[in-house]
């Protein structure tokens, strides 16, 4: 069985610049999350999706960040204008629901450098 | 709020030898606990966790943790490691927040 795929695994951009990430969670998976992992951090959550729904986006910097999950599967992360800060790993993980006892399967993340 | 303090950011240890990852949390509502391992370039991976029950849980790849609820701890311990084991180590808590909240990590590193 598949695990969490997520492209492209390394990203180099300047800043201003935009930049996507995508996900695509393990197959009948509702729940899908989105994590920031700084240097030498814990990852730290961004948003959580609710099949289609985004339930908990309160970490989400929404001035430069959106996210979409349309039809329940895969996602995608947008950051416009991009900062010399957002320089991270981006996680991507899904469980079978959002019970807080399920095991969260993460992918291998994207690796940002803003130059 | 809750919140995970791994005290010790590297641990070094010789292969066949024990090791103990320290991890404490603080919560003001029940709690479920996880271990994940993450090797380089890869991302995270279960290795056990605490849901209710028996407070001594085991995991996979030989690890174990014990759940002490007058400590608040939930340390990580493998009785013999190897070289294979070297990662990043990192304790997590759910609870009143609704979501899983990390500690910083321990970089284990196995040297022969």
């Known amino acids: 069985e598949a695990g969490v795929v997520q492209s492209p695994r390394y990203k180099i951009i300047e800043k201003k610049q935009p930049v996507a990430f995508w996900c695509n969670p393990i197959?009948?998976?509702?729940?899908l999350y989105w994590y920031l992992q700084n240097l030498g951090q814990g990852p730290e959550l961004l948003i959580r999706?609710?099949?289609?729904?985004?339930?908990?986006d309160s970490q989400l910097p929404k001035d430069r960040f959106s996210a979409e999950r349309l039809k329940g599967v895969d996602s995608t992360l947008k950051i416009q204008p991009a900062e010399l800060g957002d320089s991270a790993v981006y996680l991507c993980?899904?469980?079978?629901?959002?019970?807080?006892?399920?095991?969260?399967?993460f992918g291998p993340g994207t690796r940002l450098t803003v130059l | 709020a809750q919140s995970v303090t791994q005290l010790d950011s590297q641990v070094p240890v010789f292969e066949e030898a024990p090791v103990e990852l320290r991890c404490n949390y603080s919560s003001s509502v029940s709690v479920y606990l996880f271990w994940y391992v993450q090797y380089p370039n890869q991302g995270l991976q279960l290795l056990l966790k605490y849901l209710s029950g028996s407070t001594l849980v085991k995991g996979i790849n030989g690890f174990e943790a014990e759940f002490n609820k007058s400590q608040t701890s939930f340390h990580l311990r493998k009785p013999s490691v190897h070289i294979s084991d070297t990662a990043e180590y990192f304790c997590?808590?759910?609870?009143?927040?609704?979501?899983?909240?990390f500690g910083t990590g321990t970089q284990l590193k196995v040297e022969l």
């Open positions: 997590a808590v759910t609870g009143g927040g609704n979501k899983l909240t």
């Open positions: 993980a899904s469980s079978l629901d959002g019970g807080l006892h399920n095991e969260q399967f």
């Open positions: 999706y609710e099949n289609e729904e985004a339930v908990d």
């Open positions: 197959s009948g998976h509702n729940t």
